[in-house]
């Protein structure tokens, strides 16, 4: 048997989470490092990593693009996973204590409603437990106490006229567009003749 069989017991060869990282590409082709550590908290990256055998060398990192999220929120994402790496996991969909959120988690949420929303989307995507908890949260006490109007108001929620009208232009607009649509189409009929 070669010397070439024998197992490796150089630490340096075997990567550890800290020494691991990989490029998450958002929607418009920014890229952002995250520790292995971190992408532990997205229970869909952590399995993309493990059964795609992403996993890297020291020094090298894997690409992953996550095409349904912009930079914004792909950034904010990974500030958070990096900013938790070292807590311990919970499964929050059976808690057996509490979810803390603290200041630094509120400050976090601190963001305007769209952002919010694209945040609570990208999390259930990603399926961060933790972090869906925390928004859900956010946007439970964001509507407490509120009626109807000021929940309306809140949340850019159209009324009911808002809405017909919207509908009316929506379907003059479609409208418009078919009648474009069959006039150019007789020209290239006519052309043919």
């Known amino acids: 048997m070669s010397s070439d069989a024998t197992p490796s017991t150089d630490a340096e060869s075997t990567p550890t989470p800290e020494s691991t990282s990989y490029i998450l590409v958002s929607s418009d082709k920014k890229s952002f490092k995250i520790s292995d550590s ?3 908290n997205s229970v869909t990256l952590s399995s993309l990593v493990g059964s795609c055998g992403l996993y890297t060398d020291k020094g090298e990192q894997a690409t992953i693009p996550v095409d349904n999220m ?3 929120v792909l ?4 500030t958070w996973c990096e900013h938790h790496k070292v807590d311990k996991p919970v499964d929050s969909r059976y808690p057996t204590e509490p979810i803390r959120i ?6 976090f949420m601190a963001v305007d409603n769209e952002t919010l929303f694209d945040l609570i989307q990208a999390v259930n995507y990603l399926d961060i437990p ?5 928004l859900c949260r956010k946007v439970s006490e964001m509507a407490s ?27 003059t607009l479609d409208q418009d567009k078919s009648e474009r649509v069959e006039v150019v189409g007789s020209n290239d009929e006519e052309d043919k003749n």
């Open 130 to 134: 933790v972090l869906m908890v925390h």
């Open 102 to 107: 603290t200041d630094w988690d509120r400050h």
């Open 70 to 72: 912009n930079s914004t």
């Open 75 to 78: 950034e904010k994402i990974v």
């Open 38 to 40: 971190a992408i532990r």
């Open 145 to 171: 106490g509120k009626s109807p109007e000021e929940l309306r108001i809140t949340f850019g929620i159209p009324t009911d006229s808002e809405d017909d009208e919207n509908e009316r232009k929506q379907r």
